[in-house]
C-alpha cells in the first residue's frame, strides 16, 4: 500500500448517474490510499494511467520481494473476451509468469467434478468423454432414445468458449427428433429441453439423480436386461457394483437399489423407472449427463453412476449409444475443431494449484490444508489478487462469505470495463476495452470457422486493451520487451493467425493469407474428422485386452481402487447415494421447504451485460426473475410480478415472481449473473441466487461448487423494497486524500 501519494488540482467530487457504469479512466479505492476505509462502500478517486500503472507495479513489487510470488493470486476464470490474443486468462498469466509466478487454479465452476472424477473412471484428459460420446449426426442415424440427465436447454446453445461462428445445436437436436430419436428430460424445470423435441419429462427432485441412475440400473440387472458381457469384458468391479444395487447381504448397505427405493428420494414414480430402464434396454440409448447435476455435493457421483448405467444399457461402445457429457451444451456433439495457435506461455515459477471454488477458503484460511485428489493441498497466505477476466462476485457462491473473505488481501488489482461489483471490491481498476473495441481472432470451441473480430467502435478515450495494461506494468517491472516480443497488437493478432495457418498446411490443409482473411471477414479450416468420436469405447467392447483405455486397469472402472485408496468418506471408490445436507428430503427442508436451482440465464452470458437492454427488459420488477410453481405460489400468497424475499440461513435477496408450471412443485428457478447489489445489511436488492448457495467442496476428490444443493423459503416482500443500484457507479472525487 503506497505511503506518499500525490495529489491532484481538482477536489470536485460526483456522483455517477443511474446507469452510467462503463469505467472509463483509471480508478484506485480511497480507502486503500489512506489505510482505512472497506471495499465495496469506498469511493474511488480518478488517477492518471501513469500514476495508476506506478501504484500497481510498485505493489506487485512490493508483494513478490516481502512475501513471494505465491502471494499473488492471478484470478481470470477467462469469459472476459471472445478473442484468442485479447483472451484476458493468457494476458495476465503470461504477465503474472514472467513477473515470477503465482498462485494458480486448476478446473473449473462449470465441469470440476466431472474433470477430476472421470480420468479415474475412464481415463484420458478431464473432458475427453467430450470426444468419445457419440455425435449429433451418428445419433440421428443410428439412436433410439437420448436420456439427459439435467435436460438440453436451448438456451445452452447459444454460448461457446471463444465464440461460435454459427449455431448448429438445436438444429441437430430438431434433426434428431425429426429421424424418429425420442427424448426424456429428466430435470426439475421443462423448459429444459425444447418443445420441439416433444420430450418426456421426469420432473426429478433435484440432486437426487445418482439414486435414479441406480435405480434404473437395478431394473436392467434384477430383470435380465442388462448388458452384463460388456460390464464383465469391459470394466472392472462389475460384481462389487452388481452386490451394491441388488443389495447383496455383504454390500455396503444390504439395502436393494430397486424402483421403490429410488422413486422414494426422486419422487419419479417407480412404474415410470421401470418403464424407462426397459426403454433404455430395447433402444440404442444415449446417456447424456448435463453439467449442471454435477454442481452439488457428492457431484462426481451421477457421473460415475452415469457411466455405469451407460454400460448396463446394451449401447455402450455402439455407433450413436453411450455415455456423453454436456451434449446440447454450446456446439458440443456436432462437429470437431481445430486448436488455433495461442499467446506463449511461460512456465509458472509457483507449482502451487488451488481448485478453483475454493478461493473465499483460500483468503480466510492461509496455512490450511485440504485434501484434493489423492493429494494434500495448502493454502498460501495471499496478499494481493489480480483479476482480469471474470466476475468472481457472480460465479462465487455464498457471497456474505466472499465479501468476508475479500476484505483480508493486502491488495486487489482489477481489469474490467464496468461498475460491476467486483471492480466496486477492487483498489487499483483498470478500465480495459470491450470485444468490440478491439481487434483480435476467434475460434469457438467445436469451431471449423475463423473470425476477423475487425474493431467495430473505438473505446473511451482514456481505454485501454488487458495487453496495453500489461505491457505498462511490464515495463516498469522490469521486462517490458520480453512480455511484447518486439510485437504490436495487431502484429501479435496476425502472428497468430499465421502459426494456424502453417499449422493447418502441416496437416495438408490450406488457410488464405492473413491479408486476404482479415478483408473477407472470415476462414473456413479444413473439417476435424468425427468418426473417432466414439472410437475409444467401440474398440475397447470389441476387444478390450488389444484396446484398453488409459486408467490403471485400462477398462472402465466401475470400482476404481485409486479412489477407494484415497479414503474419503464422501466419495467412495463406485457410484454410491450419499444424501446431501440440503435436498428436499433433508430433516431442513421443514424450514427452507423449496429447492434453489440457479441455472444459466436466458438472457445474456453468465453475468455479462446484465445492464443491457436484453437483460433489464426480462427483469421483474427491477429484479432477477424467479420461477415458482403455482402451487408454492398460491401457498405463499404470492402473485406473478411480486417482489419476494428468497432466504436461508446464509443470505436473502430479492426478485420478481413469475408463476409457471415448467417448474415442479418445491422447486424455484433464480438464474445466475444478477450483479450483485447487497444494502447495508446484506439483502441483495438485484436477484443474484449465490448469496443463497453453499460454499463447500463437492467431496475431497474434486473439491468442486455446490450451488446446486440449496434450500430457500420464499415470501412476499414487506412494504415498498428499495430500488436496485446495481447498475450506479460508486462515487468519484477528482483528488487524492493527504495521508
Sequence with gaps: MPTTPTRRRSARACRGRPGAYRITRPMVREGWLTGTGTRGTDRFVAVSWERALDLAAAEIDRVRTRHGN?????????????????????????????????????????????????????????????????????ITEHAGLVVSFGGLAAKNAQMVPGGPSRHTQTTWQRAA?????????????????????????????????????????????????????VA??????????????????????????????????TDVPADDIRALARDIAAHRTVINLAWSIQRQEHGEQPYWAGIALAVLSGSFGRPGGGPVAGLGIAELGVRGHWSIAALPQPANPVTTALPVARIADVLLSPGETIDYNGTRVTYPDIRLVYWAGGNPFHHHQD??????????????????????????????????????????????????????????????????????????LAERVGFGGRFTEGRSEQDWVRELYDRTRARVADAGGRLPTFDEFWERGWA???????????????????????????????????VSDTVAGFGYPDCPGMPTWLEPTEWLGAPLAARYPLHL?????????????????????????????????????????????????????RGACLAGARITDAVRPGVVVLATGAWYDPDPDGLDRHGNPN?????????????????????????????????????????????????
Design 399 to 472: 457471497l456474505a462469505r466472499l465479501e468476508k473473505a475479500w476484505q483480508r488481501p493486502d491488495t486487489v488489482i482489477v481489469n474490467e470495463s464496468w461498475w460491476n461489483a467486483t471492480a466496486r471490491r477492487a483498489d487499483i481498476v483498470f478500465p480495459v476495452a470491450t470485444p468490440l473495441e478491439r481487434e483480435d481472432l476467434a475460434l469457438g470451441s467445436s469451431d471449423t470457422t475463423i473470425t476477423a473480430m475487425q474493431r467495430a467502435v473505438a473505446p473511451p478515450a482514456e481505454v485501454r486493451t488487458d495487453h496495453g495494461v500489461f505491457t505498462g
Design 691 to 739: 448469496v443463497l448457495t453453499r460454499d463447500t467442496g463437492t467431496s475431497r476428490l474434486a473439491q468442486g461448487p455446490t450451488s446446486g444443493t440449496t434450500l430457500v423459503e420464499v415470501e412476499r416482500a414487506g412494504g415498498q423494497p428499495e430500488p436496485t443500484r446495481a447498475f450506479h457507479p460508486p462515487e468519484i472525487v477528482e483528488s487524492e486524500p493527504d495521508t
Design 177 to 229: 427428433a425429426e429421424a424418429g430419436v425420442r427424448f426424456v428430460n429428466v430435470s426439475p424445470v421443462r423448459t429444459d429441453a425444447a418443445s420441439d423435441l416433444d420430450a418426456r419429462w421426469l420432473p426429478i427432485r433435484p440432486a437426487t439423480d445418482t439414486a435414479l441412475m441406480l435405480g434404473l440400473c437395478h431394473v436392467l440387472l434384477s430383470e435380465g436386461l442388462a448388458d452384463v458381457d
Design 524 to 558: 473456413d479450416l479444413p473439417a476435424a474428422e468425427m468418426s473417432q468420436r466414439g472410437g475409444a469405447f467401440a474398440a475397447l467392447r470389441e476387444d478390450p485386452a488389444a484396446h484398453p483405455i488409459d486408467t490403471p486397469s485400462g477398462r472402465v472402472e466401475l
Design 232 to 265: 464383465r469384458r469391459c470394466c472392472v468391479g462389475f460384481d462389487e457394483f452388481r452386490d451394491y444395487v441388488l443389495g447383496a447381504s455383504d454390500s455396503s448397505d444390504g439395502r436393494a437399489k430397486d424402483a421403490e427405493w429410488a422413486a422414494a428420494i
Design 70 to 138: 505465491a502471494a499473488i493470486y492471478g484470478g481470470s476464470y477467462g469469459w472476459g473476451s471472445a478473442g484468442r490474443f485479447h483472451h484476458a486468462q493468457s494476458q495476465i498469466h503470461r504477465f503474472l509468469a514472467m513477473a515470477g509466478g503465482y498462485t494458480a487454479t486448476v478446473n473449473t465452476y462449470s465441469q470440476a467434478a466431472m474433470e477430476v472424477v472421470l480420468p479415474h473412471i475412464i481415463g484420458g484428459s478431464p473432458r475427453s468423454i467430450e470426444q468419445r460420446g457419440p455425435s449429433w449426426p451418428e
Design 597 to 649: 436451482v440457479s441455472n444459466q440465464p436466458r438472457t445474456r452470458l453468465h453475468s455479462q451485460y446484465d445492464g443491457g437492454r436484453v437483460s433489464r427488459d426480462a427483469k421483474v420488477a427491477g429484479r432477477e426473475p424467479i420461477d415458482l410453481n403455482p402451487g408454492d405460489a398460491a401457498a405463499r400468497g404470492i402473485a406473478d410480478g411480486d417482489v419476494v424475499r428468497v432466504h436461508n440461513d
